[in-house]
């Protein structure tokens, strides 16, 4: 898988995890994001905590997540909650499905595994496509 395809799944279980949690605020260790999506980068572990870290860090500065007064980690994002917006958008059912982008976002990650890890990109590629569609349009109206 490519890095950009691992990020979509690790996104689509970052959000899944603070959209269920909401607003409790969560600590979520990248080990936990490999082991129930079954995906991480081939090659040496910093390469792995690398972009994980740049992830933390993208969603922090697109507005989708805040995080408390403790770093972004090699390992872990601490203290993480989902800003308003991004769980107002979470909360709203996609088109044609009764599910919440977020419950479906939770879904995808909890089915993505190393067999199901390609097809698990593309849909999270779907989801979170639609929702920084959304996000962005709501930052521009």
């Excluded at 090659?43 to 805040?66: H, K």
């Amino acid at each position: 898988m490519t890095n950009r395809e691992i990020g979509l799944v690790w996104m689509a279980y970052i959000l899944a995890q603070l959209y269920d949690n909401w607003p409790g605020k969560v600590i979520i260790e990248m080990s936990e994001a490999i082991e129930a999506t079954g995906t991480q980068p081939e090659g040496p572990e910093d390469v792995t905590a690398e972009l994980w870290r740049d992830l933390g860090q993208w969603l922090e500065d697109e507005g989708i997540i805040r995080k408390g007064s403790g770093a972004i980690g090699e390992i872990f994002l601490d203290d993480a909650v989902l800003t308003a917006r991004g769980f107002e958008l979470l909360g709203k059912p996609t088109l044609g499905a009764e599910k919440s982008l977020g419950s479906q976002l939770g879904d995808l990650a909890k089915s993505t595994g190393t067999e199901a890890a390609k097809e698990g990109a593309k849909k999270a590629s779907d989801l979170v496509g639609l929702f920084l569609g959304n996000f962005v349009k709501g930052l521009t109206s």
